[in-house]
């Protein structure tokens, strides 16, 4: 069974940083995507960041030069490191899991297989 769990969320100020955590069970990264979505109140989802199978990275124009996907050497974790930031930044943030190993889609969501339950981060002024 494929579980993804986030870590990391909480409520910062302006300015402030972040890691959040993605721990994944069930499933290797190989030949897939790990991203990083997510959602704030009244909007819709958002593509946030994408890491590869082979450490390929791709990020929303928001942000591009402040957040940084990585996962670790054991595939069992991929993270979002995200600093400067702003209140615009609060949403729940959700990992998921795309599998498949091309890249043409790793910005929809609906193309993610598994997803995990979300964690809060709360950014204010």
């Not at 996907?69 to 943030?93: C, G, H, R, W």
Request: proline letters at 2%; charged letters at 20%; a neutral charge.
């Amino acid at each position: 069974q494929v579980q993804l769990a986030e870590s990391g969320g909480g409520s910062v100020h302006t300015g402030d940083s972040l890691r959040l955590s993605c721990r994944v069970s069930g499933l290797s990264f190989t030949n897939r995507h790990m991203g990083w979505f997510r959602q704030a109140p009244g909007k819709n989802r958002e593509f946030v960041a994408a890491i590869s199978w082979r450490g390929t990275t791709f990020y929303a124009d928001s942000a591009k030069g402040r957040f940084t996907i990585s996962k670790d050497n054991t595939e069992t974790t991929f993270y979002l490191q995200m600093s400067s930031l702003k209140p615009d930044d609060t949403a729940v943030y959700t990992c998921g899991i795309e599998d498949s190993p091309y890249t043409d889609y790793v910005n929809r969501g609906n193309q993610y297989d598994f997803w995990g339950r979300g964690t809060q981060v709360t950014v204010s002024a």
